[in-house]
């Protein structure tokens, strides 16, 4: 059975970092492009980030560029979200999503483009 299991979420003050975390018990890890995506309340889910198969191509929505950085292990079957510089705006529920390709620099921003996702881990930004 696939399963994406999240963690790293908390509470935070406008200005600080998290790191969240995902690991897949998917396999063979490798043949999946990787993303993370946020659901504000209120809002629909959004694309924040996503890494290619092998970990050379990276995507970010542009909100988050210079201050979020997706990366990889294939070895560990993770992938991580470090978040620097946190905004009250950035405070919702994130998913860990895993999506099949055969293309190692394929990266994907839609959602329907993923296979598997996550239950979720809550960001709150305190201003």
């Known amino acids: 059975q696939v399963q994406l299991v999240e963690s790293g979420g908390g509470l935070v003050q406008a200005g600080g970092s998290l790191r969240l975390s995902c690991v897949a018990s998917i396999s063979p890890f490798r043949r999946f492009a990787m993303g993370w995506f946020r659901q504000a309340p209120g809002k629909e889910r959004e694309f924040v980030a996503a890494?290619?198969?092998?970990?050379?191509?990276?995507n970010y929505v542009d909100s988050v560029k210079g201050r979020f950085t997706i990366s990889r292990d294939n070895a560990k079957n993770t992938v991580s979200l470090q978040m620097n510089s946190l905004k009250p705006e950035d405070t919702a529920v994130y998913y860990c999503?895993?999506?099949?390709?055969?293309?190692?620099?394929?990266?994907?921003?839609?959602?329907?483009?993923?296979?598997?996702w996550g239950q979720g881990t809550q960001v709150t930004v305190s201003s």
């Open positions: 890494i290619s198969r092998s970990g050379s191509s990276s």
């Open positions: 999503a895993a999506g099949s390709t055969l293309y190692v620099d394929n990266i994907y921003r839609r959602r329907s483009e993923y296979d598997y």
